[in-house]
C-alpha cells in the first residue's frame, strides 16, 4: 500500500431508516439481507445521498420502497454507529413517521415486497435478522425495551459484531 492509499478517505455512509405505522401494524419490506443474500424483512430506508438532508432522504427513501408519500419525522426512534472494515464510521438514523398517505407499490427493484404486519408478527420477522447490529436496535425500539433516541455503537470485524455502549 503506497502512503497516498493510507490517507485516501474511506467511504462514509448515511443511512435512514423509517418506522411507518397503521394503527397497531408496522410497515416492512422484504429484500435480500441474509449473508448469503436470503430475503428477509426489515424496515425502509436506505442512503442519504450527497447534498440530501436527512428528512429529504428519509422522503425518497420511503417513495422508493413501499410507493408511499411521508411527512417529516416524528421523533427520533434510534441512532446507530457502525465501525466495520467496509464502512468505518457509518451512521444510521431511524425516524418514526406520524404522517403518510397513498397506496403500498414498491419502486425499487430490490424489494420483492412491502406489507403492514401487527406488532408481534413483525417483531417475529425482524428477529429472523442474523446481523445484531441490524435486529436489536429494531427489537429494543418496537418493544419499548430501550428508549426512543437510544445510540447504539457496534464494531464489526468479519463476523464478530460488538455491541461496545448504549446510551
Known sequence: MTVEDAK???????????I??????????????GPRGESLWSLPGGGVEDGELMHEALRREL???TGLLVGDPARTAFLLH??????????AAAFEIAEWSGDIAPQDDDIEQAAFFP????????????????REPLVGYLTGAVAPGTTWLYRNRGEHETLVARW
Not at 20 to 33: A, F, K, M, N, T
Not at 82 to 91: H, Q, R, T, V
Not at 120 to 125: C, G, I, K, R, S
Request: net charge negative; charged share 25%.
Open 8 to 18: 485516501a478517505p474511506h467511504p462514509r455512509v448515511q443511512l435512514v431508516i423509517g
Open 20 to 33: 411507518v405505522r397503521r394503527g397497531v401494524e408496522i410497515l416492512l419490506v422484504r429484500e435480500s439481507l
Open 63 to 65: 417513495r422508493e420502497e
Open 82 to 91: 457502525i465501525d466495520s472494515e467496509l464502512y468505518p464510521s457509518a451512521l
Open 119 to 134: 406488532l408481534p408478527d413483525a417483531l417475529e420477522l425482524l428477529g429472523e435478522l442474523q446481523s445484531a447490529t441490524q
